[in-house]
């Protein structure tokens, strides 16, 4: 999964991302990206493919979530139904319980740095 997401991030595809905020930052004790901060894209041996850096930081209900955040995640929803269907089912088939009030983290990033070929096409790392 990891390499679909980052073709989809090299390819600017996909300026957006996801997370539950008590299972991916309450429970490991992180803080909230904040816009202009600067991350690195890895790949499945940790290796750095590119830079993005974020640009917006909104913390939603599930139930909230805008289509233009679906849409950004790049990832082929046809609607913010869609998104929330697939979306419920991928944390809950890791475990965690998602509600209509659930708080969701929505990041949007920009590609700042990295070799614009796609990730599966054997980009090396960046330094």
């Known amino acids: 999964m990891r390499t679909w997401l980052n073709d989809l991030v090299m390819s600017k ?3 957006g991302t996801a997370g539950l905020l008590e299972y ?4 490991e004790n992180e803080e909230l990206e ?4 600067r991350l690195a894209l890895v790949d499945d041996n940790g290796g750095q493919l590119a830079e993005v850096e974020v640009t917006a930081v909104t913390v939603v209900p599930f139930n909230e979530v ?3 955040f679906a849409d950004s995640e790049g990832e082929g929803y ?3 139904d869609h998104w929330g269907e697939a979306h ?3 944390w809950t088939d890791a475990g965690y319980e998602v509600h209509d009030t659930t708080e969701v983290v929505c990041m949007s990033f920009r590609l700042i740095d990295g070799d614009s070929r796609p990730a599966s096409e ?4 960046g330094s």
């Open 13 to 15: 595809a996909k300026t």
């Open 24 to 27: 991916d930052y309450r429970a």
């Open 34 to 37: 904040h816009v202009g901060e």
């Open 66 to 68: 805008t289509w233009e």
């Open 78 to 80: 046809r609607s913010v």
């Open 88 to 90: 419920r089912r991928f």
């Open 122 to 125: 054997g980009v090396a790392s």
